[in-house]
């Protein structure tokens, strides 16, 4: 029985997780949805497991930038958990896979009911903000080409897969910058041979040549996370026989 | 909403009340806290918290500003958020964190209250009251620290510097603020030249005057058509998010 949860559910104490369980239903995130957008009222919260949601902040009408990026470390939809309905950016699924789906009304329930639910979210804000703040500071600071490693490197980590789709487009949000650049840094490191890319899929080569080419904020963000404890507890069945079906 | 000259009309010493988030509280709550609340003078550039320090105390500004600063491994600094009379400083401590991942800075001279960590996370726990008001004030937060982000990436010096110093005003009182070129560009996480440039392109279009580190903004109506709409996106959510002064106000007299 592998140990494929959110780690987040996973860090409940048993009961209160067996008690979530009832109200939370499997889905499978399509990349490129959009779960929200900046206004949205807020009417599932999801927790990936195998899939990666980017949070994103439009501006200006035609551009946006990824704040944060959320997989099975955490939920999407943490406003709800403090107490506003209403979400403040664009919830875009980045990486296809299953993940947890619950009712904005349960979620409200649930938090008043299992007070260990409101602490873990609550820790797992913190480091989302964290998360936020650091990739803010990256993205003034370091090179283009640093940060498209960086950013491989953490969607690696939470679709637990080296080959992703990706376009240049969403790229180019996700890093703030134009599509030229996006496609200078990616030229650079597939000619270092750390990553092949074409057609709109990317695959990691070397990983650890991508993270010797990441600024320290890939190693930051990850150590943030992992202080999060990642507990053993058993996915539940429905959601290991839809895993198992779909690799 | 975040004009003080509307909300505290008194030049009296700072009270715990001229805080939003204390002033909103019920009686019952803020007579709980107001003996474990201690007054503190906030001067400028005065550290609050080191990043990946722990923290003692929460801290409410009356009428200083604190500047949330993150700090990189390579020692480089950005400001990702500014926290004035509307809220508090040192949200890490009831979130659960152990440490803090930004530095918090005076930027703006004046007072504060604060609150042991112990009574701090106490009272978190235990008063749901005031436990939804400071989650609310942490989403708040989190919208201007994204909005930051999105800007710094996006937007001109120029615009950037009119959004902070927006920001900035709604949490002083008057049109005058005190600031170093060099504090700001550690703020904008620019270089001093580049804050030089763009403020004196404001100066030479008389939307402020700066000397000697004293900035005098004198058309504000027009600094507000210069800057970005990222002012404009804190500003309404802050509104939507947070009381209204004038529940403040009821509250400080009341």
């Known amino acids: 029985m592998a140990a494929i949860l959110n780690s987040l559910l996973a860090a409940l104490p048993h009961k209160s997780y067996q008690r979530m369980l009832s109200g939370l239903a499997p889905v499978t995130l399509t990349f490129g949805d959009i779960l929200y957008h900046p206004g949205d009222t807020i009417r599932d919260v999801f927790f990936p497991i195998e899939s990666l949601v980017s949070l994103l902040t439009p501006v200006d009408g035609h551009l946006a930038l990824e704040v944060g990026m959320v997989g099975r470390e955490g939920m999407v939809g943490v406003p709800l958990a403090l107490g506003i309905g209403v979400s403040s950016v664009r919830a875009l699924v980045q990486g296809a896979g299953p993940a947890l789906k619950m009712s904005a009304d349960r979620f409200r329930t649930e938090l008043h009911a299992i007070p260990a639910l409101q602490t873990e979210v609550n820790l797992y804000v913190h480091t989302l903000m964290a998360q936020i703040s650091q990739t803010a500071a990256c993205n003034r600071f370091h090179v283009v080409e640093a940060r498209l490693a960086r950013w491989l490197l953490m969607t690696r980590d939470r679709v637990r897969s080296g080959t992703f789709r990706m376009t240049h487009e969403f790229l180019s949000h996700m890093l703030g910058v134009r599509r030229v650049g996006v496609t200078e840094a990616a030229t650079a490191l597939q000619r270092r041979r750390l990553i092949e890319y074409s057609r709109g899929s990317i695959k990691i080569l070397d990983h650890a040549g991508l993270e010797a080419a990441c600024c320290d904020c890939y190693t930051v963000v990850r150590d943030m996370h992992d202080g999060v404890v990642y507990s053993k507890i058993p996915a539940p069945s429905f959601v290991e026989a839809r895993l198992s079906s779909a690799a | ?254």
């Open chain 2, 1 to 254: 909403m975040f004009d003080m000259r509307n909300v505290f009309p008194t030049t009296a010493p700072p009270s715990p009340k001229q805080n939003l988030l204390l002033a909103t509280l019920s009686d019952e709550t803020y007579r709980r806290l107001l003996p474990s609340l201690e007054g503190v003078p906030l001067p400028l550039g005065m550290v609050l918290y080191e990043s990946g320090g722990t923290q003692g105390h929460v801290y409410f500004p009356t009428d200083s500003i604190v500047s949330l600063l993150y700090v990189l491994a390579d020692g480089a600094s950005a400001e990702i958020a500014v926290t004035g009379f509307e809220g508090l400083v040192g949200i890490a401590l009831f979130m659960g964190g152990e440490t803090t991942p930004s530095r918090a800075v005076v930027q703006s001279a004046g007072h504060g209250y604060r609150l042991r960590a112990s009574v701090c996370r106490a009272q978190f726990d235990a008063n749901p009251e005031l436990q939804h008001l400071l989650l609310r004030f942490t989403q708040a937060l989190i919208t201007q620290m994204t909005q930051t982000a999105v800007c710094n990436r996006h937007h001109s010096i120029d615009q950037q510097l009119c959004r902070w110093l927006l920001l900035s005003l709604d949490r002083l009182k008057g049109d005058h603020l005190t600031m170093t070129q060099e504090l700001i560009a550690n703020m904008l996480g620019v270089r001093r030249e580049g804050v030089t440039e763009a403020a004196s392109r404001l100066q030479a279009d008389g939307l402020i005057d700066y000397r000697r580190g004293h900035i005098h903004v004198t058309d504000r109506n027009r600094l507000e058509a210069r800057v970005c709409e990222c002012y404009g996106v804190v500003k309404r959510e802050y509104d939507r998010l947070l009381p209204s002064p004038r529940t403040a106000q009821t509250a400080a007299i009341g």
